[in-house]
């Protein structure tokens, strides 16, 4: 990744595929489908270039639909999605996944992750031979997971080696995206060591802490060294640890804050005041499922 001086709303991260995915995501979770296609479109208009919509969050239609309709050309915008995080195994997630390529209008998907680890080796493993396929027909460029648990990135990379020796290296895919709760409460140093191991580029969705955390005294003198706010203390420290942070907002002035992150720089020290060492999940865990 380019020096964090140089990094901008334009940069690219490389994916163990031939594609790139924008260093700065836009996240769409819990934003109604009637008003999705409008934060969408303004999302766009501030400058993001990539768009996080999933299943369980029921705005993939709009999703596509402002992309469509945005003017921009299609392989300028980054668009993921992700499979029912209930259903798993092969034909499930087949099934998925055409209702998701289908919803969002577009002709290919950038990226598509299993939401969740659920559903036990057979799930996961029948899961990821589906977006295999959808990879292998062109109708998604990249795959990945979400929420996985080292145990369950390990055994997917295992049945993927075996699967390489066995029939042809690559046919066993690679894992180009990995997409986690990361914040400093949450910093999961065994899920991005593993990812950084095996060239898994890691999403840190809920970068904000969905904004629980914006009192905290530990960002507050941050956001006064730096002149700025404590969101963008939070996003800083996301894009430096190496990540592509996913934040979300139905607020323009918000949209435009959270991309304002390019011209200015955490020292070591700041870095070091952030780290907590908790383990603060706020929204849900499935990486410590044991199925
Ligand atoms: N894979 C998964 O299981 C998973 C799980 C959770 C999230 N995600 C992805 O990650 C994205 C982001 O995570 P998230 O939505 O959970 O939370 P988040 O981005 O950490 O926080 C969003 C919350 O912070 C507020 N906010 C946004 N910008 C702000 C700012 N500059 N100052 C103060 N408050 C601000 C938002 O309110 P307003 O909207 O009113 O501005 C909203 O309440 C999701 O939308 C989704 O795409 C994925």
């Known amino acids: 990744m380019a020096a964090h001086h140089t990094l901008s709303m334009a940069t690219q991260v490389a994916l163990n595929t031939k594609y790139t995915l924008p260093i700065l995501g836009y996240g769409l979770l819990q934003v109604a489908p009637e008003k999705a296609a409008g934060f969408v479109a303004k999302a766009l208009e501030v400058g993001y270039r990539h768009i996080d919509s999933a ?7 709009a999703s596509g639909e402002a992309i ?5 050309p299609r392989d300028t915008v980054f668009y993921t999605s992700k499979s029912p995080p209930d259903q798993h195994g092969y034909d499930a997630t087949v099934k ?47 795959i990945g997971v979400s929420n996985w648990g080292v145990h369950h990135l390990q055994e997917l990379q295992d049945w993927i080696d075996e699967t390489d020796t066995k029939e042809g290296e690559g046919r066993g895919g690679k894992i180009s995206v990995g997409q986690w709760e990361i914040h400093p ?15 898994v580029v890691v999403e840190a969705y809920s970068p904000l802490v969905r904004g629980l955390k914006m009192d905290d ?9 730096h002149g700025k706010s404590p969101a963008q203390i939070l996003l800083r420290w996301s894009l430096q640890k190496g990540f592509v942070p996913l934040p979300k907002s139905e607020k ?10 390019f011209n200015f720089e955490l020292s070591a020290e700041d870095m070091k005041s952030l780290e907590t060492g908790k383990y603060e999940s706020t929204i849900w865990d499935p990486t410590t499922d044991t199925t």
């Open 55 to 61: 299943t369980m969050y029921q705005n993939e239609a």
């Open 96 to 142: 998925g996944f055409e209702e998701s390529l289908n919803k969002s209008g577009l002709e290919y998907i950038d990226l598509y992750l299993l939401h969740t680890p659920f559903g036990g080796k057979e799930g996961r493993i029948g899961g990821w031979k589906a977006l295999l396929e959808a990879q292998r027909a062109g109708k998604v460029r990249s």
């Open 217 to 225: 005294p530990l960002l507050k003198p941050l956001a006064d060294k």
């Open 185 to 199: 409460w949450l910093a999961r140093k065994d899920i991005t060591d593993w990812a950084a191991k095996h060239g």
């Open 252 to 261: 323009e002035d918000r949209m435009r804050e959270n991309a304002d992150i």
């Open 68 to 72: 469509r309709n945005s003017g921009l």
